[in-house]
């Protein structure tokens, strides 16, 4: 079988976060990065479309040779990532893999955590899907672990629009997180469910007392795939290792190619393609 590159999966460019601590933690690798940004917000939308966007980016990928593809979006990992391991894997090819970044994360929530109070912080989509009380009750062997969820629709277009020293940031910020704690004053530890979070970071941190501690997703997934392909060394040998990074977009590539710098830190070149 022909060797492929790691598919990176995104509704947007939170995803960029997940790509970066990824090719920091395994540069060996080949990636294709792609982005709906053309059809971004998937927070709000409802489940089938979700899934049916989500569908055709992952089958996208798997055309142009992944065999393995990380759904670097929240939103996508808890409206679509099941329904596609079930239903679709077995009838396109059994032999791929798509992963998400809710599991990853929130298999570390238990080691993190001694009040046994967690916060989540994510979009609409994200807090509505219910995903994390669901797999942290799953996955926590009888644990109880209590779990508040806080809605941020404002986060996002703030990142987005590159608003983040202002004092619109500031005020959906905290009020927020004020809003978080006022419903569960135990939390002490913070996971931010939304792959744009991590460059509101400092700002958060304002707003937080010292005692909580701020869970970013990118270097937790990154550690659980270089884990994952260890442990499954029949899918590790069917990734390319030419250590490259490739962008896709379904939006105009320069509007990506310049929010994409912002996320990641370096000018990169991006191709535009159409999903359907």
Not at 133 to 161: D, F, R, S, Y
Not at 247 to 264: D, H, Q
Request: overall charge negative; hydrophobic content about 35%; aromatic content about 8%.
């Amino acid at each position: 079988m022909k060797q492929g590159p790691i598919g990176i999966f995104d509704s947007g460019y939170g995803g960029l976060t997940i790509l970066k601590e990824i090719v920091k933690e395994l540069p060996q690798y080949d990636y294709l990065y792609l982005g709906d940004n053309a059809r971004t917000p998937y927070g709000t939308r409802s489940f089938d479309v979700v899934y049916q966007y989500t569908l055709q980016a992952v089958k996208r990928l798997f055309d142009m040779g992944c065999h393995l593809v990380i759904l670097a979006c929240n939103t996508a990992s808890a409206k679509a990532l099941r329904s596609i391991q079930q239903r679709d894997l077995p009838l396109i090819d059994p032999n791929r893999r798509v992963l998400g970044v809710i599991r990853p994360s929130v298999e570390e929530i238990p080691l993190l955590t001694k009040s046994k109070h967690v916060g989540i912080l994510g979009t609409q989509g994200t807090v509505l899907s219910e995903s994390y009380p669901m797999e942290i009750e799953k996955l926590n062997n009888g644990l109880k672990v209590n779990v508040t969820q806080e809605a941020c629709p404002m986060w996002v277009p703030l990142v987005e629009n590159q608003e983040i020293d202002t004092p619109g940031a500031e005020y959906f910020i905290q009020k927020n997180i004020d809003n978080l704690l006022t419903k569960a004053p135990e939390i002490d530890t913070l996971v931010l469910a939304c792959t744009h979070y991590p460059l509101l970071r400092s700002k958060i941190e304002q707003f937080l007392p010292e005692n909580i501690q701020l869970i970013e997703q990118g270097p937790i997934v990154a550690k659980k795939l270089k884990d994952y392909l260890y442990r499954h060394p029949e899918m590790e040998i069917n990734c390319s290792t030419l250590g490259s990074v490739k962008y896709l977009t379904t939006e105009n590539p320069s509007v990506f190619e310049n929010k994409a710098g912002f996320f990641l830190g370096q000018q990169i070149t991006a191709s535009q393609i159409t999903l359907d």
